[in-house]
């Protein structure tokens, strides 16, 4: 039987996803070149690549669709990617494509701004602006909402994050919140739920949303909430305060934590919604992510503002681990900037006639760094790949917890310790990065991969 000249073959699908991948490839590789950086090209070439791939994958989507008649409006046209026979943690072509974008955007961006930032504790809105010119949003969410992502990949949502971290953690926590309320509307919510709410955070001018989980508890356990919701006839009162809630000014609705009678479950929770209010609460550290209190009098809610529609402790357990997962990817990137900064300023620093490097304690300190670094970012890569593949996830993401937690302190302490002097001041951004590692070491919530 002929093809009819309206349908397209696999081998014409592969055909254009290679040719368009080749384009992309040579367009990378043209932007490191040189003559770029000397005729100010970066920007623009920048944008070409995001673009050609934003562009060029969604065309390549819609083509799959249509040729096997695929209805788009159902958020199953995300799959989750198929379980790999062997243990690998290669990226795929779309993934070096997205990290090395983020990773330009985070230098050009965050980190010429990452101190301003955190001294206002604002998050900029020329970062915001260029953030959502990206396009982030439709590169992770399906097409049934305005995307065009083929699978669902925690591990590329993790390799995003941990690149914005390496610019800034706290605009890159602000810039992710609300794709983070996404995500897990995505993975959770009712498909009620979904229809309502995802398509708003695509486009020009998206949503912003926070995840709330959190709470002013000394060692805080996220399933022993303080913060609870009594059943009603007509829907739930909350009751409680969270605490570190990311661009909470500026969000439309939160998805909060709460103790309901048969166990911990999220709501959402219009920011209008009678009864809440914002408090503010600057943090040591993560400061330009815009973080308040929020305090919930007696909020009502209905039953449909539960996700899922139900209480269920997998569904909570699996939230706590992508959250958790989501700030090793973050202790990643600050770990992996503090230490590639400590190398390049002990090879420039001068004592006694000779750089500092040369000296073994510091040269030995400097490696050590590197390995926790680089042990950081398996781990967080192993859980978030057993997180996409959902198997044995508990004991993977809780050795990427233990290790970003204990192993990020250590890269920021020793960075302010090589650095003397210059880590405890301003002049270097080494004790911003050392208060972040901190923060992405005990929060709870607010990330979600």
């Known amino acids: 039987m002929g093809t009819s000249k309206h349908s397209v073959s696999k081998p014409d699908i592969d055909l254009s996803t290679r040719l368009m991948r080749g384009g992309l490839s040579a367009l990378r590789m043209a932007s490191n070149a040189p003559v770029v950086e000397r005729l100010g090209l970066r920007p623009v070439l920048n944008k070409v690549i995001f673009e050609g791939a934003r562009l060029g994958y969604g065309a390549v989507t819609q083509m799959a669709s249509k040729s096997s008649g695929a209805s788009a409006k159902t958020r199953d046209a995300v799959a989750r990617p198929t379980k790999p026979s062997l243990f690998d943690l290669e990226p795929t072509d779309e993934q070096v494509m997205m990290q090395e974008t983020v990773q330009r955007f985070a230098r050009e961006h965050l980190l010429e701004q990452a101190r301003v930032a955190d001294d206002e504790s604002a998050l900029p809105q020329s970062v915001i602006d260029a953030w959502n010119s990206l396009g982030m949003a439709e590169m992770l969410l399906p097409e049934a909402y305005g995307g065009f992502a083929e699978e669902r990949s925690p591990v590329s949502v993790a390799l995003v994050l941990e690149a914005l971290a390496a610019g800034d953690a706290g605009m890159a926590w602000g810039l992710l919140a609300p794709l983070s309320v996404a995500l897990l509307l995505l993975d959770h919510g009712t498909d009620a739920q979904c229809d309502q709410y995802l398509q708003g ?41 969270k605490t570190l809630v990311a661009r909470a000014e500026d969000a439309s609705f939160f998805v909060v934590a709460a103790r309901a009678p048969d166990g911990p479950a999220l709501f959402i929770v219009p920011a209008d919604q009678e009864g809440v209010a914002l408090i503010d609460e600057p943090a040591m550290g993560l400061r330009s992510a815009e973080v308040r209190d929020l305090e919930l009098t007696a909020v009502m809610v209905g039953d449909d503002a539960l996700i899922g529609g139900d209480v ?46 040369h000296r073994q304690a510091v040269a030995f300190l400097i490696a050590d760094m590197a390995i926790e670094s680089a042990a950081i970012r398996m781990t967080m890569l192993r859980a978030a790949a057993r997180l996409e593949h959902d198997v ?20 920021g302490t020793n960075g302010v310790q090589i650095l003397g002097g210059h880590g405890f001041v301003k002049d270097h951004l080494m004790e911003l990065w050392y208060r972040n590692l901190r923060g992405a070491g005990i929060l709870e919530g607010g990330l979600y991969i």
């Open 392 to 411: 044995h996830t508990g004991r993977a993401v809780s050795t990427a917890r233990t290790l970003a937690t204990n192993k990020g302190m250590f890269v």
């Open 312 to 357: 269920s402790h997998a569904r909570y357990n699996d939230v706590l681990d992508r959250t958790r997962t989501a700030w090793c990817a973050v202790s990643s990137g600050v770990s992996n900037t503090v230490s590639e900064y400590v190398r390049t300023y002990a090879n420039e620093r001068h004592a006694f006639g000779e750089p500092i490097s």
């Open 201 to 241: 955070f695509v486009g020009d001018n998206p949503t912003v949303a926070s995840l709330a989980i959190m709470e002013r508890t000394a060692l805080f356990d996220p399933r022993k909430l303080s913060t609870r919701a009594e059943r009603v006839p007509s829907g739930w009162v909350l009751h409680g305060r």
